[in-house]
């Protein structure tokens, strides 16, 4: 049975490059890096980068990480000092901001989790539902 996420493993062009933007400017925790991959984490996420030739989509496939809310803004700020490349605007409960990596890689950083976005949007979404939307 499963129980949860391992880990996510992003193809990246430049290990150097990946690896600073993720344990200098969005926090991850180095652990080792060899000649074509590093391993980091982020809490009890495991993330792998390893080299390669990244072909991220254009879609709304993305992969978001949880901030708390009283830290958001400040963070915001951070990644902006830094210049980051936003992909998109928020539009959805809870404060986010959409970002890509040196590879292009889609990311969010969001305050909130679940319940707050099912509890947030149950009066919206019993006045105005989504079409064909089922609560399960």
Known sequence: ?????????????????????YTTILGFKGHVKWATGAYLSLGDLW????????????????????????QFHIFQQQLRT??????KSNSS???SIYLLDPDEHQLEIHAGDLHSRLN??????????????IWL
Not at 1 to 21: E, P
Not at 48 to 61: R, T
């Open 1 to 21: 049975m499963l129980t949860g996420l391992n880990h996510i493993t992003l193809a990246v062009s430049n290990l150097n490059s990946s690896l600073s933007f």
């Open 47 to 70: 993330l792998c980068l390893s080299l390669g030739k990244p072909a991220p989509k254009q879609d709304y496939s993305h992969i978001a990480f949880s901030i708390p809310p009283l």
């Open 82 to 87: 830094h210049n980051v490349v936003e992909w």
């Open 93 to 95: 409960e809870g404060d």
């Open 120 to 133: 947030s949007r149950l009066n919206s979404l019993q006045l105005k539902p989504y079409k064909d939307l």
